[in-house]
Every structure is written in structure tokens, then in C-alpha cells.
């Protein structure tokens, strides 16, 4: 079993940055695609951004690339997701996940979640 726990997030204003964590335990996941997902307030879960498992392909939402970036340390067994230029539609509580498939946007294929962070950036 792997267990995911998230850290970092917090209350920012529109336009700052925030860096947020994920820690595994249980064992190792430097074999594992890794990614964060979000979900807002009464919106569905959606996918943020994804890592291969070494690190050598990342992928992202429309919505954050070029603001956030992805990236790991296999050696740590982390995993953090720096996200800059923050707008008040990136509030939302951060998931980070991760899959014995190769990185993918697609929720259910991640075998394992944390409980996710809580990101809210004011206007």
C-alpha cells in the first residue's frame, strides 16, 4: 500500500505562488506515474498535471501550463507541484495521486490518493 499526504496549501492572492508537496510512504513510488488533480466547489475533480515515473515527461491542463510545473524526487519519494501567476479560479482542494500505468490525465486510473490541500487564492 502507498500512502499520499499533500502539504503546502494555503491562502494566496491573485497573481502569487504557492509550492505543494506530496509525500508517499508505505513504499516506494518511483515506479509509479504520479499526478495532482483539483476540485472546486461544486464542480467535478479535474485533472491538473502528471508526471512519468522518472520524471522525464510531465503533462498539463490547459489552464495551468505555463504557470505550474510538476516534478519529483525519487530519491525523497515526493512530489511537488509549484504553481505561480495563482488566479482565483485555481482555488480549489489539491489531490495528489498516483498509478502503476504510465501518466495520464485520467482520474480513475490512479491507484492511490491523498486527502488532498486546500488552495484558495483571493481576487
Known amino acids: 500500500q502507498v500512502q499520499l499526504v499533500e502539504s503546502g496549501g494555503g491562502l494566496v492572492q491573485a497573481g502569487g505562488s504557492l509550492r505543494l508537496s506530496c509525500a508517499a510512504s508505505?513504499?516506494?513510488?518511483?515506479?509509479?506515474?504520479m499526478g495532482w488533480f483539483r476540485q472546486a466547489p461544486g464542480k467535478e475533480r479535474e485533472f491538473v498535471a502528471a508526471?512519468?515515473?522518472?520524471?522525464?515527461?510531465?503533462y498539463y491542463a490547459d489552464s495551468v501550463k505555463g504557470r505550474f510545473t510538476i516534478s519529483r524526487d525519487n530519491a525523497k519519494n515526493t512530489m511537488s507541484l509549484q504553481m505561480n501567476s495563482l488566479k482565483p479560479e485555481d482555488t480549489a482542494v489539491y489531490y495528489c495521486?498516483?498509478?502503476?500505468?504510465?501518466?495520464?490525465?485520467?482520474?480513475?486510473?490512479?491507484?492511490?490518493w491523498g486527502q488532498g490541500t486546500q488552495v484558495t487564492v483571493s481576487s
Open positions: 495521486a498516483a498509478t502503476r500505468t504510465i501518466a495520464t490525465w485520467t482520474d480513475y486510473k490512479y491507484d492511490y
Open positions: 508505505g513504499r516506494t513510488v518511483s515506479s509509479y506515474a
Open positions: 508526471i512519468s515515473w522518472s520524471g522525464s515527461s510531465t
